[in-house]
């Protein structure tokens, strides 16, 4: 994963604000990866970011390709990474501030299988939902 964040709550909404930043002021988006952790750090999100601290951050807003339809699928890399991830049971490939959104009931005990499915359809949501 190339940004992970603690699943926590707050940490969560840290990183949202941060999102919130990048969004109102490109000019604010970090440039390196050294940049992000000390936005990171500044923001108090806890999180790690693979790389060295000059390899390259780039952001870019669906707004930059104009009225095309942009569709961003991970690499096969990134995907195994996801699905090696997977497990049978709750799935805990969500993070917790899902749970808000259903006043906290209980995750279902999902079958490997259904846990590898669900997996999949996250992807897919992903790819035609532009990340918002």
Known sequence: MRV????????????GDLVQIWIDDPKTRPGNV????????????DGTVA??????????????????LVLAVPGPEMRDHKLSTVQPGT??????????????????NLSAQEAHDFAIRRIGEYTVNECC
């Open 4 to 15: 992970q964040l603690r699943d926590d709550n707050q940490n969560w909404l840290n990183w």
């Open 34 to 45: 050294g940049d992000l952790r000390a936005q990171l750090a500044e923001k108090k999100i």
């Open 51 to 68: 790389g060295a601290d000059h390899r390259t951050v780039q952001i870019v807003s669906y707004a930059d390709y104009g009225d095309a």
């Open 91 to 108: 799935y805990g490939n969500m993070p917790l501030f899902y749970d808000i959104a259903y006043a906290g009931a209980p995750r279902a």
